[in-house]
């Protein structure tokens, strides 16, 4: 089985999962930027641009774009095991909440690119809908005043915030690297800037339903995006599929484009490397020391994934020649 | 392929997460009003009141209602919650709390707020819960309430709050907004004060708990007023009277009934309150533009004389807060967009400046 994807459902699959890992990263994660996190999400569209653009597979791009893919990903796998031990009807190991999800992101890669692409291209109309939806009903508790101060931590957090964001980005447009065909540069740039655009008006929207607060933990902030305690309950369930929707939209393509650049490199089965990449995943998310892992990518993610990148297109495409089989 | 697609799911199936035996809803104890006081000298009391799933309406004297009352205390809250598990025969499932109650001596504590986030951070517990703080014990408020909760989960509490709150004798708060507030940069949180009133009757009067009223109800509980904190522990009330005013000045856009010389009015706010904050000579002063409709008939005489009388008013409970430096209303969001930066907004120290504000209150009614 060759693992392939088309370059418009790439485009998609990256137009959700750059959404998705930006609003995790600075509202959930590590959100240090306060209210100015929107500015972050741009900054980190504007530094990763370049980026988006050249990247192409190639054997020294390659296997650090898996390296850090995977460590991602593996963080991302994380997050929703934690997110559905917060939301789970009873108590249950942290294997029981994660294999599952690893078997979706597995059958959605052995269901190949196009599929993820397409998939989370539905998907982003659905939570396109749901939002509205759940705006419209939470409209009241929307407070603008908390907005304020409007540069949040201030412009050297915000530029730490943006390059973080630059890292995220580059490791959720991994698709793009192992996309079919050729595409203009202006056509990988749209997805890049309508993701950034939709984090930075997710993360005002969240700006003004929760307040700028000096404390709290990730629970307390998972708490504030599902069910904030000021919204109506019953918007909470719509704000549940989308988020566990948008977060499994992530791992498929970031498991599917790491599965990818595996063969590109290795040359075996898809599926079986599919099953050894989900499985290798799996078993980091539950690693102690992945937290200080997805740190290290947040903080020199991009500069890792730009170093190859940059150095390719400087020695004169070299690595595309790889694609090509040279 | 097919086939083994569908082995496949069917073998996901089952890893899922689903309710177990000890996670059906018959075998929960689901707590829906949790108290908290501070006994034996230092220790956390949780009361819990749990429905009995399968029994009637609780009305029963004789089984002391459908509703089951657990207590346990610890040093700490892990510990006093561990001690409610052993308490209770079921596993508490803290997912369906309508309301939380705080005794007035614990919430007045200097540590208390870091004891409610405490509580909000419990993992499974709802913190769209009512906030109350309950003059006297949490546990005897709460051994009041069987008249009040309904036989489905708990929407009496919330119908009978909503009420309160619409009528404008409680402020509107949940646990979310308290703990909001007390971790935020900007102002102060509320919570509903609540009394057991030494017979029903007093229970009815809105004013003064020590007050007898012809009225009747059913129930001892008396909910009216509102608990002041500031940096997060509670450090004065306001009374039921005076709630009203607050709810207008926190943008709540219920009529307001109001008396002056005589004569009822029912004013409806125009918009939310105009709250901003300006600075002259350095002095800060608090503005308030609130402008009201009436259909009731008002000449012009009347008119100013009402308004002259709810600008008093409303000065008189931001006075009373200030003097409290507690600032429920939300004049530090209005001061903050003036500052670029968290950092600049807290160098600016808004509570000194609070404290001493002139205020500058303007009312229109059309």
């Known amino acids: ?326 | 392929m097919r086939i083994r697609g569908l082995i496949l799911m069917l073998l996901v199936v089952l890893t899922l997460s689903g309710c177990s035996v000890t996670g059906e809803v018959e075998n929960q104890a689901y707590v829906l009003v949790l108290g908290v006081d501070r006994v034996n000298g230092g220790e956390l009391e949780l009361t819990a009141r749990v429905p009995q799933i399968g029994k009637g309406s609780g009305d029963s004297e004789e089984s002391g209602g459908s509703y089951l009352t657990f207590s346990a205390s610890g040093v700490d809250w892990p510990r006093a919650l561990e001690a409610l598990e052993q308490a209770t025969p079921r596993p508490v499932n803290l997912s369906h709390i309508e309301m939380l109650v705080v005794s007035e001596d614990l919430a007045r504590e200097v540590d208390f707020a870091a004891l409610l986030n405490r509580i909000a951070e419990t993992p499974h517990l709802y913190t769209t819960a009512r906030f109350v703080v309950c003059e006297g014990r949490a546990r005897v408020f709460l051994q009041e309430l069987d008249t009040v909760i309904g036989t489905r989960l708990s929407s009496e509490i919330d119908a009978m709050l909503d009420h309160y709150a619409q009528r404008g004798y409680i402020p509107r708060s949940s646990l979310a907004d308290a703990c909001f507030a007390f971790n935020s940069i900007y102002g102060d949180g509320v919570a509903i004060l609540g009394t057991v009133a030494e017979d029903t009757r007093a229970a009815v009067s809105l004013t003064d708990p020590g007050e007898l009223s012809d009225e009747a109800s059913p129930m001892k509980q008396r909910y009216g007023g509102a608990a002041l904190f500031s940096e997060g522990r509670m450090v004065g009330t306001l009374g039921a009277d005076r709630v009203m005013l607050l709810n207008l000045l926190r943008g709540e856009k219920s009529d307001l009934p109001f008396e002056c010389e005589g004569r009822h009015y029912t004013l409806t706010p125009k918009g939310g309150a105009g709250k901003q904050v300006t600075h002259d000579n350095k002095q800060t002063i608090l503005v308030v533009n609130q402008r009201f409709t009436t259909l009731d008939d008002i000449c012009d005489e009347d008119k100013e004389r009402l308004e002259a009388e709810i600008e008093q008013k409303l000065v008189e409970v931001i006075q009373a807060c200030q003097s409290l430096s507690s600032d429920p209303f939300g004049f530090a969001e209005a001061a903050a967009a003036r500052f670029s930066t968290v950092r600049s907004w807290l160098i600016f120290d808004w509570r000194e400046h609070y404290k001493s504000a002139d205020i500058r209150v303007n009312v229109d009614v059309g």
């Open chain 1, 1 to 326: 089985m060759k693992l392939s994807i088309s370059t418009r459902a790439a485009r998609a699959a990256m137009f959700v999962a750059v959404t998705v890992r930006l609003f995790l990263g600075l509202a959930v994660e590590l959100p240090t930027t306060h209210n100015g996190a929107w500015i972050s999400a741009l900054i980190g569209a504007l530094l990763a641009a370049p980026w988006v653009v050249c990247v192409r597979y190639g054997r020294s791009s390659g296997l650090v774009l898996i390296a850090l893919t995977a460590l991602d990903a593996a963080s991302v796998l994380a997050s929703i095991t934690r997110s559905t031990g917060y939301l789970a009807l009873d108590r249950a190991l942290p294997w029981v909440l994660t294999v599952p999800v690893a078997a979706a992101a597995l059958w959605s890669v052995w269901r190949n690119g196009d599929a993820i692409g397409y998939a989370a291209s539905i998907g982003a109309r659905l939570a396109l809908l749901l939002l509205v939806i759940v705006g419209l009903l939470q409209a009241r508790a929307f407070r603008p005043a908390w907005l304020a101060p409007v540069l949040g931590s201030g412009w050297p957090s915000i530029l730490e915030g943006g390059v973080r964001a630059a890292g995220w980005i580059a490791v959720s447009s991994s698709t793009l690297a192992v996309a079919d065909g050729d595409d203009s540069p202006l056509s990988r740039l749209i997805p890049l800037a309508g993701g950034a655009l939709a984090a930075a008006l997710l993360l005002l929207l969240s700006g003004m339903i929760t307040p700028t607060r000096l404390g709290g933990g990730w629970l307390n902030r998972l708490d504030d995006l599902l069910c904030n305690g000021r919204a109506p309950l019953y918007t909470q369930l719509p704000m549940i599929v989308v988020w566990f929707a948008g977060l499994l939209h992530l791992l498929a393509a970031q498991c599917f484009a790491c599965a990818a650049l595996v063969q590109r490199t290795a040359n075996l089965n898809g599926k079986w490397i599919g099953a050894a990449v989900v499985a290798a995943i799996l078993m980091v998310s539950r690693l102690p020391a992945l937290n200080e892992a997805a740190l290290w990518i947040a903080r020199w993610g991009f500069l890792a994934a730009a170093i190859p990148v940059a150095a390719t297109a400087l020695l004169g495409g070299g690595d595309r020649k790889c694609a090509s089989g040279d």
